[in-house]
Every structure is written in C-alpha cells, then in structure tokens.
C-alpha cells in the first residue's frame, strides 16, 4: 500500500544545532525523515509545505518560544492537528506547564532527555500517523470501488432497457409476420414476408447467442474447440458471413491476406467469429458505398488481422470504452443504429482466450477506423 512507502515525516524545533542533531540521532530510523528547524519561523515554514506526524519542540528558545509556536500551530488548519511534545529544561513551573496544555500541547519532556522515553512516546505517534493514512487510502479505495460499482450497475440497468428494445422490434416483426401470413393466400407474397420473418430470427439469434456467450465467458464457462486451422480458411469464412451485410449497404470490401500458409491453433468458429463481427460493425458504421478493407500478414510470431473502413469513426471520449461490456448504450447519438454494445466486448474476450491481443489502431470521425487482432501462429 502506498502509505507504507510513503516516508513519515517529523519535526525537530530547537535553537541549539547541537540538540537538534542529538534529537534526530536518537529518533531516527528507515522510513522516517527528520526536519529540523532553527527557530520558530523556520518550522512554521516547514509546516506549510511537509505533512508532519509529530513536533519536538524546544520551549525555551530566544525569539518565538515553543509555546508560542504551538499556538500558531494550533491556529493553522494544516498544523492544528499535529501532536506536540514539548522538550524543556530542567523542572517546569506548573504556570508554564497549563499555558502548554491550554494550547493544545500533547506530551511534556524534561532535559536531560531519556532516550527510551522519547523513543517510545515518539513511537506512538508515528503508529498512529501511519494507521491514519492506512485508514485514508482504504476510505479512497473503497469509495473508488463503490463508484465502479455504482456505474456498472448503471451501465447494466441501462442494458437491460436496450436489450428490451432491441429484442421487442424482432419480435414485433415475427408477430406482424404471422399476422399477414394468416391472411394471405398469395405464395408469392408469402414468401416474401416468410424471408422477412426469417432475417429477424437470424437477428434474434444473433443477440441471443451473444448474450449467452458473453454470460458464459464472465462464468468462464466458455470452450474454444481449439484445432490446427489455416488462418486463410478462417477468414474466407468470415467475409462468408459478413458478405450480406456488406452488400446490403453496397460497401466494397478489399483483401490482402498473405498468400503463405499460416497456422493457427484455434477455434475457427471463434475466429470467424471475431473477424466477422469486426466486419459486420465496419459495415454497420460506415456510409453506405464506403470501402473496407481485410488485411492480414504475419510479424513477430503473431498474424496480425486488420479491419478497416472509411465510415462514422468513433468520437475520441468513446475510444477507451468500446471494448467495455456495454459501452455502447452509454451513446444515445451512435444508438440510432442497432447495436447493443456487447459485440466489441465479447471479441475483446474471445481473442485473449486465444492468447491474442485486439487494438483500436485508428479513428478519425468521418475518416474511418481500423482494428487490429493479434493471434499467436504456430511454429
Ligand atoms: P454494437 O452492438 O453497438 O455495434 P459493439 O460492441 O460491436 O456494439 O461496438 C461498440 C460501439 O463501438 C458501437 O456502438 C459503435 O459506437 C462503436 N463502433 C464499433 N465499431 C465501429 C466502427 N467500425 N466504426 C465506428 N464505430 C464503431
């Protein structure tokens, strides 16, 4: 924990740089940092700059006495709480004494000083400086957790909100489908609205196993089918499934993959999985008639596979989070798509089970993004 690194420091207040050295001689140990001062000014100085787990100070000095600083002291709001001994010389007169405990002075200590005494006064007080701001960076950490918390319970509900929306237009669909069915006898038109009615199941399918997938990797319940696969293969069977959507918004799709047989010790479905969804969300969030691309090439042990479009982009303060679960419910303006915001987190997931890594290479609003994948080759 920091707290434990963090050095604490005290404060030695005398006029004599004799005892001042003897002081520090006599306290110091790892972890601590002794500052001393000459005079009164010189530690009200200090005090505004270190925080202090305790001050020594010499009662009797020319100039500002110790009594005189403690009440300075104890009338800043940084140094109010700092505990005081007092070091005086020889026997006190009972007059001095009060004045001391009246400003708040914590410890009294007579000249000539017992070492052991002082030692384990002293002790006390950095224990309880220490466990002080043990206490504080537990009250941070807590209340910085409590905040995740609070926010993935927000993201979630908010989820559910979409997820309600995005499962009712299907299902909508499907009812309004089975609706004109039963009232047309015309074969053409029935298979028309049959085709229909099977894209929202496809789509319905889509959200389904996808909420299944990312629910069964938070479980880590998932299984890769892992084998040796050709990564040419794997990708011919993604741009297999994303053709649809990519023909739909009449969007040119440009391949350079690597001639050179590569291989991957993978799941292919996985794989495809992940390559399509990259390709699907480029066709998705690019203008109709935009150009994306599939490159892919091998560097340093890893293929490395690149989707690129020249569509929407995504805004600068969104960059850090799409790969979050969720993340994007949080944009009301990107929501006129379809989208859950789960697509991006699940791929995330599914290529570090591959021991892969994914990256946002690029993206400029309106100039398009770019995803890389990174996926261990074998030999
Ligand atoms: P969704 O189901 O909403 O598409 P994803 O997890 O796949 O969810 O993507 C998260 C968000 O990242 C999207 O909502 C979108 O705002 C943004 N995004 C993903 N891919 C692209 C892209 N190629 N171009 C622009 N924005 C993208």
């Known amino acids: 924990m920091m707290s434990e690194t963090v050095p604490i420091n005290f404060l030695l207040v005398d006029d004599l740089a004799e005892n001042l050295l003897a002081l520090e001689a006599l306290l110091q140990r790892e972890g601590l940092v002794c500052l001393k001062a000459r005079s009164g000014e010189e530690a009200l100085e200090l005090l505004l700059i270190h925080d202090v787990a305790l001050a020594l100070l010499d009662v009797q000095m020319p100039g500002m006495d110790g009594f005189q600083l403690a009440e300075f002291m104890r009338g800043s709001e940084r140094a109010r709480h700092i505990p005081i001994i007092f070091v005086t010389a020889g026997t006190t007169d009972a007059q001095r004494r009060f ?138 069977f993604a741009v297999e499934a994303s053709q649809p959507q990519i023909e739909a918004n009449r969007h040119t799709l440009t391949t350079d993959i690597l001639a050179e047989q590569t291989w991957l010790d993978a799941d292919p479905t996985r794989v495809a999985q992940v390559v399509s969804n990259l390709l699907n969300n480029a066709a998705k969030y690019t203008p109709e008639g935009g150009q994306i691309g599939l490159v892919a090439r091998v560097a340093d042990g890893f293929a490395e596979i690149e989707v690129s479009d020249n569509g929407i982009g995504i805004p600068e303060e969104m960059r850090s989070k799409i790969f979050d679960l969720f993340a994007q419910v949080k944009s009301p303006v990107t929501r006129a798509q379809e989208g859950l915001g789960i697509g991006l987190a699940l791929v995330k997931q599914l290529v570090e089970l591959h021991g892969g890594t994914i990256s946002l290479k690029s993206s400029g609003l309106n100039v398009g993004s770019s995803f890389q994948v990174r996926l261990p080759v074998v030999g």
């Open 99 to 236: 004045r001391g405990y009246e400003t708040g002075a914590v410890d009294f200590i007579q000249k000539p000083i017992e070492a052991d005494i002082l030692r384990s006064k002293a002790n006390v007080f950095f224990d309880l400086h220490q466990q002080h701001r043990q206490i504080l960076a537990q009250r941070d950490e807590l209340a910085a957790n409590a905040d995740a918390l609070r926010t993935v319970d927000r993201n979630k509900n908010e989820f559910l909100a979409v997820l309600g929306h995005e499962l009712r237009n299907p299902v909508m669909a499907l009812g309004a489908g089975l609706h004109l069915l039963n009232r047309h006898d015309d074969p053409v038109k029935a298979l028309e609205i049959r085709r229909q009615m099977e894209r929202q199941v496809v789509h319905l399918s889509r959200i389904v196993d996808d909420l299944l997938d990312i629910s069964r990797i938070d479980q880590g319940k998932i299984e890769l089918r892992k084998e040796r696969v050709d990564l040419q293969t794997v990708l011919a």
